[in-house]
């Protein structure tokens, strides 16, 4: 079994606001009671393990791993992080999950119906694990803008969905990974339903010439900082 | 001391990436938490999740997280996964197929932690599930205790057989009068 030793509660300075308007689905779906404190037991301090059964290589290279006959359309780009524990320590073999729109702004999901080309060889979904410093690397492309209903002339700005394990269940994290000096950001409800400008930032990934490949993609860094303590053996 | 990365809403087009109906399937746990292999009660929970006004939510997702039929977490057994994810279909619902887990230690009742996900929640949401049969243990339970009674009941799944097989109704109201008690977890 692996557990969290200690826990620090979610950073609610970090964390949007849940019921936050000019997000208009927030209206319905939001809770409007006090969270319950709950002093974490085993129930909260460990979580599911995926190992590499759940994953292969492929996984993580977007621009491959749905092709059918061709290339993948876009600006091929390389995102890269370190998954870290609030005390900067890797959250290793941690199961890291992605989804975006293709480089048209559409997503390979019924559901979208956005008047932009699919691409088919692209669905824009992909996983992997976190190596022994806590390092995760998808290659993909970049995902284009697209309109959403919130408002007048809503769009959104390009971003890559993540989902994050963690070792502990109530470790979990699902966010949004944003491009920098995307003029879309400062229009976002969903970017902006977090209060504190620092916190926000740390959604912004940075250009990396260092994950930059030659005549192949423009590489980004982006760092995921899960709350708590990192993982240590206990006995079972 | 890095500080944390805020959350953001999963959105509404993440079922082909995170859920078994999607194009990436087969290896991820999806929604069969334990199968005919593993040991212990097996039990199905069927779930709603509403809105505000108690419209279905169908485009949420579900994941929970137990202990397995003697009560430990994350023991490796042919069969059994401790996690499962499913995705909400157009009327809100969701089930699970698992086994009944034990309790994790003396004095806590048998429950499952859950994490709720949907458009339009910029954070998700912790609950937990707790069964009608275990009046006894829930009543003792430190947890349960420590909610107000009169929202206690939105913790506990209702017994309700049906198909031959032990199964469990529990719905999760995101606002309202009844809105489900969620943990700072």
Redesign the interface.
């Known amino acids: 079994?692996?557990?969290v030793e200690r826990l620090a509660?979610?950073?609610w300075s970090?964390?949007?606001?849940?019921h936050?308007p000019r997000?208009r689905?927030?209206?319905?779906?939001?809770?409007?009671?006090r969270?319950?404190?709950?002093q974490?037991?085993?129930?909260?301090l460990?979580?599911?393990?995926?190992g590499h059964?759940?994953?292969d290589a492929s996984?993580s290279d977007l621009t491959r791993?749905?092709v059918r006959s061709g290339e993948v359309l876009g600006e091929r780009i390389i995102v890269s992080g370190r998954v870290?524990d609030?005390?900067?320590r890797p959250v290793r073999e941690t199961?890291v999950?992605?989804?975006q729109?293709n480089s048209a702004g559409r997503?390979?999901?019924?559901?979208?119906n956005h008047d932009a080309p699919l691409d088919p060889n692209f669905?824009?979904?992909g996983?992997a694990l976190t190596d022994s410093e806590g390092r995760y690397r998808f290659t993909t492309i970049r995902p284009g803008a697209y309109p959403w209903r919130n408002h007048h002339n809503a769009w959104r700005p390009a971003h890559i969905?993540f989902?994050v394990f963690g070792t502990a269940?109530?470790q979990?994290?699902?966010?949004?990974m944003y491009f920098p000096g995307d003029p879309l950001l400062t229009l976002d409800p969903?970017?902006n339903?977090?209060s504190d400008l620092?916190?926000?930032n740390?959604?912004v990934a940075k250009f990396s010439p260092d994950l930059t490949e030659p005549e192949l993609a423009l590489g980004f860094e982006f760092?995921?900082?899960?709350?708590g303590q990192a993982a240590t053996p206990m006995e079972? | 001391m890095p500080p944390q990365t805020p959350s953001q809403t999963v959105g509404p087009f993440f079922s082909h990436a995170l859920t078994p109906a999607g194009s990436r399937p087969g290896r991820i746990p999806g929604n069969r938490i334990a199968d005919e292999a593993a040991p212990g009660v097996p039990i199905r929970i069927e779930g709603r999740l509403l809105d505000g006004v108690g419209d279905p939510v169908p485009d949420g997702m579900v994941e929970i997280w137990q202990a397995d039929d003697e009560g430990v977490y994350g023991r490796i057994a042919e069969g059994f996964h401790g996690f499962g994810r499913a995705g909400t279909d157009p009327d809100g619902r969701f089930t699970f197929l698992t086994i009944k887990p034990g309790p994790v230690a003396p004095g806590m009742a048998p429950h499952a932690s859950v994490a709720v996900f949907a458009r339009g929640m910029l954070n998700h949401a912790f609950t937990r599930i707790y069964f009608s049969d275990e009046a006894v243990a829930n009543a003792a339970d430190p947890v349960l205790s420590s909610v107000e009674p009169t929202r206690r009941g939105t913790l506990v799944a209702t017994r309700n057989d049906r198909d031959g097989i032990q199964s469990y109704e529990f719905t999760i109201r995101l606002q309202g009068d009844r809105e489900s008690v969620f943990f700072d977890a």
Do not use: C
Not at chain 1, 25 to 33: F, P, Q
Not at chain 1, 172 to 176: A, M
Not at chain 1, 223 to 227: A, E, F, G, K, M
């Open positions: 079994m692996r557990a509660t979610r950073d970090s964390h949007p606001t849940q936050y997000y689905s927030t209206e319905l779906r939001a809770y409007k009671r969270l319950v404190p709950l974490p037991s085993l129930s909260e460990t979580g599911p393990v995926f059964v759940a994953v996984d791993n749905a870290l609030e005390g900067g199961l999950e992605v989804w729109a997503y390979a999901h019924q559901a979208d669905t824009g979904t996983r969905h989902s269940f109530v979990r994290l699902v966010t949004q969903i970017f339903s977090t620092d916190a926000r740390r959604l760092d995921i900082v899960l709350r079972s």
